[in-house]
C-alpha cells in the first residue's frame, strides 16, 4: 500500500478536517505548499486553493475529504454567495480516487445509514423535473460550462415533463419544489441523496454515480436506495476518524 | 482505559503561555494521551504540528454565540459591580471590576467542554479539563493520573476547598460512561442560557460547577469525588493534592509572571 500524505491549505475548515484526519490515522501533515510530486497518495478537503490542482494532476492516487452526504456538519448560503459554516460535527465524505463517490467500494449493508434514523419517504406523484446545477467552482473543476443547457438538452430525449432549474442560491427552497418533483437531476449533488430519501428518485451526470441513476432512465422513476447505503458508508465524523471502524474502512479503500 | 485532555486559549493567551503549556504537554504525555485545544478565533498554524496527539478545533459552539448575543455587551456580565455611597453628605458612584462577576470572562470554558464532546473519540473514558495555564514537569501516562480519575460510582473529580473558598476549578476529571454525565454538562449550559447564572451569588464558571454539583449530589444523589487531599484547607489545593509531582497550576497573575507556583503554596 503507497503511503498516504495529508495536505493542508490557508481554510481552517481544510485545516482541521485534514489535521482530524491524519492524526486519527497516524499520518504525515504538511503545509500544500510543501507537496512535491511523487508516487504517494495524496489527501486533503475540497477543491479550493490548490488542492484542485493536484487532484487533477494526478488523476487517481488521491483521498478526497468533503462534506458528507446525509446529515453534514450545519452551513448556510447567503445571498452574496458565502457559505457559513455552524459546525464541523457533522459528516464528511471520504473518497479514494473520486470527489463524489467510492466506485471501487459499493459497501450496501444498511447499519450506518439506519444509525442515521433518516426516515425515508415514499415515492412522490409529482411532475416536475428539478435540475440542480452544480457550483461554479465544481463547473469549473470539472470543466462542464454548459453543463446546464447541455443536461436540459440531453433530458429533453427522454422526457417531456416541465423541467425547473434549481442552484445552492435560490430563492425557492429545495424542499418546496420536492414537494411536486417527478425526479431529480444533478451532475453529482449530494441534494441527489436527499432528494431519494423525500421519495424522489435521483439521477446523476457524473460518471461515478450515473451507474445509479442515468438520465436516460429517468422516466423508469425508480429510487435507487443501494446508493443511499453505500454513501452512508463512506461518510465519517471527524470523532470516528480516531475508530478501529475507520481504520479498516481506509485499508479498504486505500488498495 | 483512554484519556483525553481539553482546554480552551484564544490568541492571545496562546502567546502569554498557552504555547507553552502545549509544548510541554507534548514533550511529557504520553502519546496516548490526546490533547483537544479548543481555540478562540483563528489558530497558528504551527499548532498543527506540533504532535501527533495534539488536536486543535476552532471555537465555534452556537449555544455560546447565543449566549453572547444575549449578554454579552452587558456590563454587569462582564464583571463591572456600581456602588452608589454617601461621603461628605454627597451621593458618589464607585465603578469597579470583580472576576467574581464576570460571567462573559469565565464562560469559554464550560462552553468549551460543551463543544468539546461532539469531537471526542467515542470509547473515551475520562475528559480532564485543565486551564490553559498549567505547567507539565515530567512525564506522564494513564497510570500516572489513576489516583485522582473517578471511579464508576463518581461523575467528576474535582479540587474541592473549605468554605469560603469555592472549587478550583481549573482541573475537573469527568467519568464519561456515568449515567449523569451529560445531564450534569448540559444543566451547566443551560445554566448560562436562561440567565439563570444572573440569580446565583457569583458568576465565574468555579461556582457554577460547584452549584450544579451541589443540586446533583441533593437531587440525584450523585457521586463527585474530591481530590483536594491535604490541599482541602488550602486556597491552592492543585500543588498540594498529588498533581504537583506531574504539573503545576500558574494560577493568577503573580504565579503566571513568574512561571511557577510560589514557595509559600506548597504546605
Redesign the interface.
Given at each position: 500500500m503507497s503511503q498516504i500524505e495529508c495536505f493542508?491549505t490557508s481554510h481552517?475548515i481544510n485545516?482541521?478536517v485534514i489535521?482530524?484526519f491524519?492524526?486519527g490515522l497516524?499520518l504525515p501533515?504538511?503545509?500544500l505548499d510543501k507537496y512535491m510530486e511523487n508516487e504517494n497518495i495524496f489527501a486533503s478537503y475540497g477543491i479550493l486553493r490548490g488542492t484542485g490542482e493536484i487532484i487533477k494532476k494526478k488523476n487517481s492516487k488521491f483521498i478526497y475529504l468533503d462534506h458528507g452526504y446525509f446529515n453534514a456538519s450545519s452551513r448556510k448560503f447567503t445571498k452574496e454567495k458565502k457559505t457559513i459554516?455552524?459546525?464541523?460535527?457533522g459528516y464528511f465524505r471520504v473518497i479514494r480516487d473520486d470527489l463524489y463517490f467510492n466506485i471501487n467500494y459499493l459497501n450496501k449493508k444498511t447499519e450506518r445509514f439506519d444509525n442515521l434514523q433518516i426516515n425515508l419517504k415514499e415515492k412522490r406523484k409529482g411532475d416536475i423535473i428539478i435540475v440542480s446545477e452544480p457550483t461554479s467552482n465544481t463547473l469549473d473543476f470539472l470543466e462542464i460550462n454548459n453543463w446546464t443547457e447541455s443536461t436540459v438538452n440531453e433530458l429533453k430525449k427522454y422526457t417531456d415533463r416541465e423541467i425547473i432549474i434549481h442552484n445552492k442560491f435560490s430563492e425557492i427552497p429545495l424542499n418546496s419544489l420536492l414537494e411536486k418533483a417527478f425526479a431529480f437531476v444533478s451532475c453529482q449533488s449530494t441534494a441527489g441523496f436527499y432528494a431519494i430519501t423525500e421519495g424522489v428518485p435521483a439521477y446523476f451526470t457524473h460518471k461515478s454515480l450515473s451507474q445509479y441513476g442515468n438520465i436516460k432512465d429517468v422516466e423508469k422513476n425508480e429510487p435507487n436506495y443501494d446508493l443511499l447505503y453505500v454513501a452512508a458508508n463512506s461518510q465519517w465524523k471527524?470523532?470516528?476518524f480516531?475508530?478501529d471502524e475507520f481504520a479498516e474502512y481506509m485499508n479498504k479503500i486505500n488498495f | 482505559m483512554s484519556v483525553a485532555f481539553v482546554t480552551t486559549i484564544n490568541k492571545n493567551l496562546y502567546d502569554q503561555y498557552g504555547k507553552r503549556f502545549i509544548y510541554e504537554f507534548a514533550e511529557f504525555a504520553s502519546g496516548k494521551i490526546k490533547l483537544f485545544i479548543i481555540f478562540e478565533g483563528e489558530y497558528p498554524e504551527e499548532i498543527l504540528n506540533i504532535n501527533k496527539n495534539i488536536i486543535v478545533i476552532p471555537f465555534l459552539s452556537q449555544d455560546h454565540q447565543q449566549f453572547m448575543k444575549y449578554y454579552g455587551k452587558l456590563y454587569e456580565a462582564n464583571g463591572v459591580r456600581i456602588k452608589t455611597f454617601v461621603e461628605n453628605s454627597q451621593q458618589k458612584i464607585r465603578i469597579n471590576n470583580d472576576y467574581r462577576f464576570n460571567a462573559i470572562k469565565f464562560s469559554y470554558k464550560p462552553f468549551s467542554i460543551h463543544q468539546v464532546l461532539n469531537y471526542l473519540p467515542e470509547n473515551l473514558d475520562y475528559l480532564i479539563w485543565t486551564d490553559a495555564d498549567l505547567r507539565c514537569k515530567k512525564k506522564f501516562d494513564i497510570d500516572s493520573l489513576k489516583n485522582f480519575l473517578p471511579s464508576d460510582q463518581f461523575l467528576m473529580s474535582y479540587l474541592g476547598r473549605k468554605k469560603p473558598w469555592y472549587s478550583e476549578c481549573g482541573f475537573l476529571i469527568f467519568n464519561m460512561a456515568h449515567k449523569d454525565f451529560q445531564n450534569y454538562i448540559n444543566r451547566v449550559i443551560n445554566i448560562y442560557k436562561t440567565g439563570e447564572i444572573f440569580s446565583l451569588e457569583q458568576w465565574h464558571d468555579s461556582w457554577i460547577w460547584d452549584h450544579v454539583r451541589n443540586e446533583f449530589e441533593e437531587d440525584h444523589n450523585t457521586g463527585f469525588k474530591n481530590i483536594s487531599g491535604r490541599g482541602y484547607e488550602l486556597e491552592h489545593p492543585f500543588v498540594n493534592c498529588g498533581l504537583e509531582e506531574f504539573f503545576d497550576h500558574l494560577k493568577g497573575p503573580s504565579r503566571k509572571q513568574t512561571g511557577q507556583s510560589s514557595p509559600n503554596d506548597f504546605k
Open positions: 493542508y481552517f485545516r482541521t489535521q482530524f491524519s492524526k497516524g501533515l504538511s503545509n459554516l455552524n459546525n464541523l460535527e471527524l470523532r470516528e480516531f475508530s | -
